[in-house]
């Protein structure tokens, strides 16, 4: 004789007009009280009572709010909607496309509560034949976080994304820095042109692309204090950026910079152009109506320029100025900590990380002092 089944252990039975066994279970009550029934099928006894086991466990997990139906798909695009919010519209529609080409495409099919560590990292070694390493990192980080937002709502019981370790991809386009040569070459082919001052300021200051768009004239000073008990050099502020928000890529990178005097003769000459002063509050590199230089429009500028150079236009943009400046500085004996400190780095192991090929190869200080403690002897 069969057993009852005790009331919360769900229910089975035969559906003769599907030819199947079908499995019931109630998982409780929403927000307006109605009772939450699911249901699943399965083409024997067993595998409906499978099924029925598996919904029992996620009701006991709290895995209520959540289909069996839902798919990575439905939690990528869930965050892709909601979880962006703030980020600029840049950001969202990269973030996007990146989602939609590289996980919704291969593992978008799959059901969200069987994904499994072995599918991420299958999915990974794939892709890791395709992308550089900072992309793969990248869609390791939005599938993470779409993940992380569907376990907050139920919808999954763990995240198995968060186990797996992203491999090396391929090789990005690698940063470089111009010869002492070719910088002479860029500043020569400059001159004369609406980016001058732009290319001067950016390769002899340090600064990022981002923050010399962002400048203001108010941030700017031309004379500084050379009478002072301690002279003050001519300067820059650097407060702002074209980042959502306006703010600089970190706290350090708020700093005020010296600037050479090539850099201030090149912003005299600029700001003279101007027909009336220019006020404080106004962008030193603006459009002609007073709004911020376009990111688009500054390469294509710069690529002008870098190719009355004599250089290849498609191998230089504006962010390797600012490579360019580290190199410079290094090959002319400027200590790591210095360098860190004029990019606004916390510390000297961004520097070193990322403008590793731009720093001198070989520390000379040490046999320096060796040579003047212990001269060479004189030879026989």
Same mark, same amino acid.
């Given at each position: 004789?069969?057993?009852? !089944?005790? *009331?919360? /252990? ?7 007009? $599907? ?9 409780? %009550?929403?927000?307006?009280?109605? !009772? ?20 029992? *466990? ?28 703030? @980020?600029?519209? =840049? ?17 978008? @099919? ?6 499994? #560590? /072995? ?33 907050? @709502? ?18 990005? @386009? ?14 020569? #082919? ?6 001058? #001052? ?12 981002? /923050? ?16 002072? #008990? ?20 970190? *706290?350090?990178? !708020? ?6 005097? !090539? ?5 005299? =000459? ?14 030193? %590199?603006?459009? *002609? ?10 390469? $294509?500028? %710069? ?21 360019? %400046? ?21 510390? =000297?192991?961004?520097? /070193? ?28």
């Amino acid at each position: 004789m069969t057993t009852r !089944r005790s *009331r919360g /252990e769900g229910g089975l039975h035969w559906d003769e007009a $599907r030819q199947r066994w079908i499995a019931t279970a109630t998982l409780g %009550f929403d927000g307006r009280g109605k !009772r939450i029934t699911r249901k699943a099928s399965g083409t024997t006894k067993t595998a409906a009572k499978a099924k029925l086991r598996d919904m029992l *466990r996620d009701k006991a997990d709290g895995l209520t709010a959540g289909r069996s139906t839902d798919t990575v798909e439905d939690a990528v695009r869930d965050w892709l909607t909601y979880g962006l919010a703030g @980020r600029a519209g =840049t950001t969202a529609a990269n973030y996007a496309s990146i989602a939609e080409r590289r996980i919704i495409v291969p593992l978008g @099919r799959r059901r969200l509560r069987d994904l499994s #560590a /072995e599918d991420v990292d299958r999915w990974l070694r794939v892709q890791a034949t395709e992308v550089s390493t900072r992309t793969l990192r990248l869609m390791h980080s939005i599938l993470n976080r779409a993940i992380v937002r569907a376990m907050a @709502r139920d919808k999954v019981r763990r995240n198995v994304v968060a186990l797996c370790t992203v491999p090396a991809g391929q090789s990005g @386009r690698p940063s470089k820095s111009l010869t002492l040569a070719q910088a002479y070459a860029l500043l020569d #082919a400059a001159e004369g042109s609406d980016l001058h #001052a732009y290319i001067v300021l950016s390769l002899l200051s340090g600064a990022r692309t981002e /923050e010399v768009r962002a400048l203001r004239w108010a941030h700017v000073d031309l004379i500084g204090d050379p009478e002072a #008990a301690s002279p003050v050099p001519p300067s820059i502020a650097v407060l702002r950026s074209v980042r959502q928000g306006g703010d600089t890529k970190t *706290r350090r990178s !708020r700093r005020r910079i010296a600037i050479s005097r !090539r850099a201030v003769d090149a912003l005299v =000459t600029y700001q003279a152009a101007f027909s009336a002063p220019p006020a404080p509050s106004a962008l030193v %590199f603006g459009t *002609r109506h007073g709004t911020e230089l376009d990111a688009h429009n500054v390469r $294509r500028a %710069f690529r002008r320029v870098v190719a009355a150079a004599g250089l290849d236009p498609a191998a230089w943009t504006p962010r390797e100025l600012r490579h360019s %400046f580290v190199s410079l500085l290094s090959d002319s004996g400027i200590p790591l900590e210095q360098i860190a400190r004029l990019l606004g780095h916390s510390g =000297t192991a961004v520097t /070193e990380r990322v403008y590793r090929h731009q720093l001198r190869p070989v520390l000379e200080e040490g046999a320096g002092a060796m040579d003047a403690i212990f001269p060479e002897r004189a030879k026989p």
